[in-house]
């Protein structure tokens, strides 16, 4: 499947902003569009109607730069949704899907990762996603029905918005998963801008869009969002009520990976994470394992 292209985004984003959003009058009149025009836009961006048409319906070739800026101007983009603009206009008309190299921690964040020690719960992320490393206590905290050495097997190794669109524990894990779920179509989207030949991202998106409705809904928005910092409201099994900040570090030996740091937004939630980590020192002395299905 082609991830995204240029015209598509240009389009769910001409549909969320009105006239009055740009400036102009309609006097009463019936629309049959929800947002502005192809030829509204195109006045209000300084060029033709005819190759905003083009350029939507991708028979323009390569837009400028100076296009795009006007464009995300008069569609108030923000710095984030430009540069996905951006991103789809380099893209050439004719890419091929390629499939990735498997990703591994660089040694350097493994370090890092085990420097937090089990008072902190941590991920390691990878470009999709997935979990290519994390600490017993971020384990415990976020998949604990997981097997905890999953990331370093390829074939059980667990994707973060799979398990957020596909299944149910994850599901019911997080009391604010409305707002997360968005929160990861709209980072997928950015990634893809990123890497439109990625195959492995295409299949997952593809995979998500055929199972879960509600991916196929948010996917079909268009929005785009950095994924760098936010709260978690957890329904956890085995400490109750936790809410967790969490903070994205970009890695520079690797810069597609993020570790994900969480750490407790009240005094309650700060007392259920040390019993969580706790009980994760108390199995690790006594040899007992958090291990789940895979």
């Not at 350097?108 to 490393?133: F, I, K, M, N, Q």
């Not at 029905?145 to 894990?173: E, G, Q």
Request: proline letters at 5%; a neutral charge.
């Amino acid at each position: 499947m082609e991830l995204e292209s240029l015209g598509a985004y240009l389009k769910t984003r001409r549909d969320r902003v009105t006239p009055a959003d740009a400036g102009l009058r309609t006097f009463g009149t019936a629309r049959r569009v929800p947002g502005l025009r192809r030829e509204e836009l195109a006045q209000l961006a300084g060029v033709s109607a005819g190759y905003y048409t083009r350029l939507e319906q991708g028979q323009a070739g390569t837009a400028s730069r100076q296009v795009l800026e006007a464009l995300a101007d008069v569609l108030h983009l923000d710095p984030v949704e430009k540069a996905h603009l951006h991103n789809l206009a380099r893209q050439p008309t004719t890419s091929r899907l390629l499939r990735p190299r498997p990703e591994w921690p660089h040694p350097r964040v493994l370090a890092l990762l085990a420097s937090l020690g089990e008072s902190t719960p941590a991920v390691v992320l990878g470009r999709r996603g997935d979990v290519l490393a994390w600490n017993r206590t971020g384990h415990a905290l976020v998949a604990e029905h997981v097997d905890f050495d999953a990331p370093n097997d390829l074939s059980r190794r667990p994707s973060i918005p799979r398990m957020f669109f596909l299944d149910s524990l994850t599901r019911d894990l997080h009391r604010n998963w409305d707002e997360l779920a968005r929160t990861h179509v709209a980072y997928l989207r950015l990634t893809a801008g990123r890497y439109p030949t990625d195959a492995r991202l295409a299949e997952l998106i593809g995979e998500l869009a055929m199972k879960s409705g509600d991916f196929a809904t948010l996917w079909a928005n268009g929005d785009v969002a950095d994924c760098t910092v936010g709260t978690m409201r957890l329904r956890h099994p085995t400490v109750g009520r936790v809410d967790v900040d969490y903070q994205v570090w970009l890695q520079p030996d690797s810069t597609d990976h993020r570790l994900e740091v969480y750490t407790p937004n009240d005094n309650a939630s700060a007392d259920a994470l040390r019993l969580l980590s706790g009980q994760v020192a108390d199995q690790q002395e006594h040899g007992v394992s958090r291990r789940g299905v895979g």
